[in-house]
Each structure stands twice: as structure tokens, then as C-alpha cells.
DNA sequence: TCTGGGGTCCTAGGACCC
DNA sequence: TCTGGGGTCCTAGGACCC
């Protein structure tokens, strides 16, 4: 349901994990920092000044910005300070859609006659923010999630700026296509060969010649945001769709240990984190990326759900065997990853119930699986007390490839 | 600018069932 | 034996987001 009003809010810390970095060490406040190593995961807005972005390679932000520093990630503070700033915002709705670690959405429709207006409620989400957690935020409102979005984009940064209704599309139509969800690099290019770099411009493409240009899905759906037509509601509830890792080799010769070794570290990690959210699933997805960056996928959706490690590093191998069966010619590989969706839930109890002949065919439970999953389990525990590191598959072997760190994986802020 | 990691959603063809 | 249409699942690829 969409209110009438300008009642949605998105909150969107600057240059989360940077700012972050200069709250911690003072010494870096003011200056350009980038968070990261071989790709900037994060710069600070002085940074960015020289054209620092993230996603960038870490050899170009330097040549973009020679006295940029480097600093390591504080990964856990982050995490506590994101948690920190959406506990601020939950004071004033129940209603917050977390969509990153670092920004939400938020419908206040509820909250007007508690805490005032949206604007009002936005000032003090800031200053709360910047007192609390000592960092900045910017915030924008609108009638829609997709117009809030952009409002915040271009309050950036430490900004606030409210879209009222009747100045919805006033405020929409001057802005650059790129500023729209849905827009990326690929659309954007094939946009600006006809001559379209506004979302104005856009608009004025009839729904037809958008469909033909972009696909029928890509092409209606923009061309409703363009009018400001979004009926998404807030969803505070998120189900995992899927659970994968991945890791880029640099270009390595194809041979079987490295892709044993790499599938076992990919497989431990995803598998260890399915357990942890009690989680299995029946799909296995493997994707290889070749020289030149083009990559194939390989999947396959089993009878049962597996999250135990040892069975699912021998899926993953059997289909990386296949995909890399139908490229012969290749020679060098550059990433290798693995996912596993259509998850279900699984109780760690099973874990202690007596092994059911019966039910031997429906699950991949039987006493051999069962008694690789309590190793699993147990590993887990292990891990847990006393560190990743204690217990490894293959991790120290890997490390030596110069692969990113694990903490420095699954955080991705890549805030432009 | 040749580049890291974890995700979501969409499309399209083919298999299979009714 | 051949024919139609709809629905769902599986697989592969692509674009995008943070």
C-alpha cells in the first residue's frame, strides 16, 4: 500500500565504512581514505574528489589520488554501528525495510501524530545519528520507496530532502537516468545511443519503443518508474533466497587439485553458514569465470537439501567437471564460485534423531550423511570457540593464492 | 578500469504433466 | 496417431544492487 503522503524515508549512511575508519582514528578525519586493497570497498568523500569510487581497482585510486590511504577494515564495528543506526530508526516505526548494513527504508505514515511530521521525524533520525553513532546520514522522503531512493542519492552527502507530491515528477525528470534502480552500466549505454540521459527523457519514450529497446521486463519497468508509478510497500521480513561464495584466482592454469582445493574452501564456507542459519538447500550452482571475464553456470536441483560440506564440495566439483567439459579449448581460470538455493529449513535436531530406514531415499541423511553432518556440526563448534582459523579445510592453502582475506568477504558497500 | 564478494530478479527454452 | 493449451519446474545466462 502506498500512502498519499510523503511518508516513506531513505536512510543512507555516507561513505559507511570510511566514515567508520574516521570515527574510529580521528587522525584520518579530513583526509582521503579508501577501505579496502586490491578494490576500494569504500572512500571517503574527500576521496572521492579525485574521482575514488568504489568498486574501483586500488592501483587506479592511487593513480587517481596519490596520497590516498589505505586503512583496514574494522568489520565487527560496522556491523555494530549499522545495527546501532537502525535501532535509532525503529524508535520512531516498526516499520523498516533494512535493504544493506548500512541504509533503509522506512514508513512513518503511522508515526505522524507521535513524533510529527516526516521531515521532522528525518532531523532528528540525523541528529541522533551523528550524536549516537557519530556518523552522517542522509535522508530522503517521497510517496514511493524508488523516489525516496533517489531523494537520498542526491541529498548526499549529510543532506535531507523532501519530495512532496505535487512536485514528484519536477524533482524527477532533470535527474540522470543512472540515478534509477534498475539502471546500470549495460542500460544506461544502450539509453545514451538514443540520445536519452534523463529520466525526463526516458519518460517521453513511448512504453513500446522502451520495451524494444530494453526487453520487455527491463523496458516496463522503467518506464513506470519514470512516471513515479512504484507500488513496492516496505517489507520488514527477508528470506534468504540463497547462500554462495566465491573467489577470484587471479589466472590459473585449470587443473583438478586447484579446483578441489577451491571448491572444498567454498564449499566449508557456504556450507558452515547454511548450518548456522539452520538452512539446507536442493540447489547447487556453480559458476567459472574463464580468461577474458566471460563465465558459465552450472546447476543442478537434488532429490533432497544438503548443507553438509564434503557433499556439497563433490556437487561442485561434478559440475564444474561438466561446465569446463563443454569449453575444452579454455585453458585458464579466473573465479570460481558456488551457491546453494531453494533452501529449506533444518533443524539442528535432527541431529539427534535416531536414523530412520524408512525415510533412508527422501533425505540425504542416511548414517554416512548424518555422520558427516555432526563432523560438520562439530567443526563448527570448534570454530566457534576458538576461531575460524583453528579448523580449516583448506584455507591455509589457499591463502597463499593471495586471496582476499575472509573478513574483508561478504562486505560489499560499493557505494559509487 | 581488467575488477572483490554476496546477493536478487528476469528471461527463455525445454521437459513434463494434465 | 496427431493435435491444442496451460501450468510448473529445471537450467543457463544476464543485468543489477550493495
Same mark, same amino acid.
Given at each position: 500500500m502506498v500512502a498519499d503522503g510523503a511518508t516513506i524515508l531513505h536512510a543512507d549512511l555516507d561513505a559507511f565504512y570510511a566514515s567508520v575508519e574516521q570515527l574510529l582514528d580521528p587522525s584520518?578525519? +579530513?583526509?582521503?581514505? &579508501?577501505?579496502?586493497?586490491?578494490?576500494?570497498?569504500?572512500?571517503? !568523500?574527500?576521496? %572521492? #574528489? !579525485?574521482?575514488?569510487? +568504489?568498486?574501483? &581497482? +586500488? #592501483?587506479?585510486? =592511487?593513480?587517481?589520488?596519490p596520497h590516498l =590511504?589505505?586503512?583496514?577494515?574494522?568489520?565487527?564495528?560496522?556491523?555494530?554501528?549499522?545495527?546501532q543506526v537502525i535501532d535509532i530508526m525503529r524508535d520512531f516505526t516498526p516499520l523498516v525495510e533494512r535493504i544493506s548494513i548500512d541504509e533503509a527504508f522506512l514508513d512513518v505514515a503511522g508515526s505522524i501524530h507521535l513524533f510529527g511530521s516526516p521531515r521532522t521525524m528525518a532531523i532528528e533520525i540525523r541528529r =541522533?545519528?551523528?550524536l549516537e553513532a557519530g556518523l552522517p546520514v542522509s535522508v530522503g522522503i517521497a510517496r514511493t520507496k524508488h523516489l525516496a531512493k533517489?531523494? *537520498?542519492?542526491?541529498? %548526499?552527502? @549529510?543532506?535531507?530532502?523532501?519530495?512532496?507530491?505535487d512536485h514528484e515528477l519536477d524533482f524527477l525528470h532533470p535527474l540522470p537516468v543512472e540515478l534509477m534502480?534498475?539502471?546500470?552500466?549495460?542500460?544506461?549505454? #544502450?539509453?545514451?545511443?538514443?540520445g536519452i540521459t534523463t529520466i525526463g527523457e526516458l519518460a517521453a519514450i513511448p512504453g513500446r519503443s522502451l520495451e524494444h529497446l530494453l526487453g520487455r521486463g527491463v523496458g516496463t519497468k522503467l518506464g513506470s518508474l519514470a512516471w513515479n508509478q512504484d507500488p513496492r510497500a516496505i517489507e520488514t521480513t527477508h528470506r534468504a533466497g540463497s547462500v554462495g561464495a566465491q573467489s577470484a584466482l587471479g589466472r590459473k592454469e585449470i587443473s583438478t587439485e586447484l579446483i578441489r582445493m577451491t571448491l572444498r574452501h567454498l564449499a566449508d564456507r557456504v556450507a558452515t553458514r547454511l548450518r548456522a542459519k539452520e538452512r539446507a538447500g536442493k540447489t547447487v550452482t556453480v559458476r567459472v569465470r574463464f580468461a577474458e571475464m566471460q563465465s558459465v553456470t552450472r546447476?543442478?536441483?537434488?532429490?533432497?537439501?544438503?548443507?553438509? /560440506?564434503?557433499?556439497?564440495?563433490?556437487?561442485? !566439483?561434478?559440475?564444474?567437471?561438466?561446465?569446463?567439459?563443454?569449453?575444452?579449448?579454455?585453458?585458464v581460470i579466473t573465479l570460481l564460485a558456488i551457491s546453494v538455493s531453494h533452501l529449506v529449513f533444518e533443524a539442528a535436531l535432527q541431529l539427534e534423531l535416531p536414523i530412520d530406514i524408512g525415510e533412508e531415499k527422501? #533425505?540425504?541423511?542416511? /548414517?554416512?550423511?548424518?555422520?558427516?553432518?555432526?563432523? @560438520?556440526?562439530?567443526?563448527? +563448534?570448534? =570454530?566457534?570457540?576458538?576461531?575460524? %582459523? *583453528?579448523v580449516g579445510y583448506a584455507s591455509v592453502a589457499l591463502s597463499e593464492t593471495g586471496a582476499v582475506p575472509d573478513e574483508f568477504r561478504e562486505l560489499a558497500e560499493k557505494d559509487g
Open positions: 584520518l578525519r +579530513g583526509q582521503a581514505i &579508501a577501505v579496502g586493497g586490491g578494490v576500494v570497498l569504500a572512500a571517503s !568523500y574527500e576521496a %572521492k #574528489r !579525485y574521482g575514488v569510487r +568504489g568498486g574501483m &581497482a +586500488g #592501483r587506479r585510486a =592511487r593513480e587517481l589520488c =590511504r589505505f586503512v583496514g577494515g574494522h568489520f565487527a564495528e560496522y556491523q555494530r554501528l549499522g545495527d =541522533r545519528t551523528r533517489i531523494a *537520498s542519492q542526491v541529498a %548526499k552527502p @549529510d543532506g535531507l530532502i523532501v519530495v512532496e507530491p534502480w534498475g539502471v546500470g552500466p549495460v542500460t544506461q549505454a #544502450r539509453l545514451a545511443e538514443q546447476s543442478i536441483t537434488l532429490p533432497a537439501a544438503i548443507s553438509a /560440506t564434503p557433499i556439497l564440495a563433490e556437487v561442485g !566439483y561434478s559440475l564444474v567437471t561438466t561446465a569446463l567439459r563443454d569449453h575444452p579449448q579454455e585453458r527422501q #533425505r540425504p541423511g542416511t /548414517t554416512a550423511g548424518a555422520a558427516r553432518w555432526a563432523l @560438520d556440526r562439530s567443526v563448527d +563448534g570448534v =570454530r566457534e570457540r576458538f576461531g575460524r %582459523k *583453528s
